[in-house]
């Protein structure tokens, strides 16, 4: 029985010990190996640190062996992780941080470093363990090397049952900064099986773990390796030309990205032994293109494709079955197991075949909703469609903000977003926060960010903006401080010079219309 998160590990440990389950390079943990250092890691949370129920453990760590090991200690001792996306950059960690009231951060030297002349903003961060280099005892804070967690005093683990929160996963917003998605243990469980049901995941796959583990579809790649007790190896992307290496080396039979990634990839020579071991491959964070896909399939002919839609408040929700990639290519397939889809108008009646209308998923991968965002949550987070009206308290669902239709086979393609995110490199990316960086970098009075369309990256970013002086304003400048604060995706790729931005009758910015400047050009 695995109700709880940090079980998919030790069911898998109980039936196999010695199976391969987590590596990293030359590194590779068996089950047994990996169960034993997470219940050492959880007892040190709690006897050296004191971590109380509930309280949250962030992680800001690349993918390394102590970064899977940290998110199931928090998960045992009845913690909640909080995994940090290592590309991002001081300011957008530190919100994190301080939005969520961190207790513990588990990061290196480097990264400590480079938090330390303002952590103290987050006074509620009272230990930091570090995985690496040697902890300084003149900080407010307590350090301690991550040796103390497996070594020191052990304390009992916390109750906890599977609807307690398990993991607070950071998402952009169409307005602001990032807001955390709770994701309870049931939800993390749950969502583990769905995916290796549909993917078909035995003892005998080995997966590539490429995706950033703070990205839900990264994330699931553990739970979803652990449930089926298979082997993942933990891999962080630099170069395309790396990838095909790494799964000739680990004998890679399972591989997830999503389109700016596979693009590059799809134009390499992969080695034989890749193209007769690799079962599978997957795509989520946007719409692979056509060409990019063809080029995958000829690469790799014996690989299943599976085209995937997910949404960080429900893990995953849709699939299209690899039997299906060739009559439906621009499918994003049906409801993944253990979920339901629907696809309603503004009333929450059901749409007709091929009516456009908001996808609302179900079931037991909806989230608890926004971490300390009521609004926010009371907006995405509402009762599903068709309930009786004698249920007091009715089943919520998430209203998905998208724009899909459903075929009279019951197959969905995605139309649109109602918001104005942007979808780049696979990250969902907020103009408001793209806009914040660019006021906060003096050059600029006024600004607007938006999404066009782009081949590579699914959507660049395209900024309007009015400099604060226009004799001294540069591209080159404006963009160089906004790679000082953002990370590298969401940096502009475009910025359109105006002398004033068009106001509407309110007197605020005018978006539509800026909006039809640039969907005229690219029509062009």
Known sequence: MTDLLHELVRASAARDPHAPALGVRDDVLDYATLEARI?????????EIGLARGARVAIWLDKRVHTVLAML???????VFVPINPVLKEEQALHILRDCTASVLVTSAERLARLAPRLHETPSVT??????GSPDDSQAWRELPWDALETGEAGSPNRHID??????????????R??????SHRNMVAGAKSVATYLENTRSDRILALLPLSFDAGLSQLTTTFHAGASVYLHNYLLPKDVPRAAERFAITGLGAVPPVWIPLARLDWPQAVVDSLRYFTNTGGRMPRTTLDQLRARLPHSAPYLMYGL?????????PPAEVDRRPDSIGKAIPNAEILVVRPDGSEC????PGELVHRGALVALGYWNDAAKTAERFRPAPGQPAEIVNPELAVWSGDTVRRDAAGFLYFVGRRDEMIKTSGYRVSPTEVEEALYATGLVAEAAAFGVPDEELGQAIAVFVAAADAAAFSTDALLGACRTTLPGFMVPSRVELRSELPRNPNGKIDRTALRTELDAVSRA
């Open 73 to 79: 200690a928090a998960s045992r001792a009845g913690g």
């Open 352 to 355: 007709d075949p091929d009516e």
């Open 39 to 47: 219940a050492r890691a959880a007892q040190g949370l709690i006897g």
């Open 312 to 320: 960080t408040e429900a893990f995953r929700s849709t699939y299209l």
């Open 178 to 183: 990032p807001k955390g998605v709770v994701l």
């Open 163 to 176: 609807v307690d929160l398990a993991s607070i996963l950071y998402t952009s917003g169409s307005t602001g």
């Open 127 to 132: 230990s930091v363990v570090l995985v690496d």
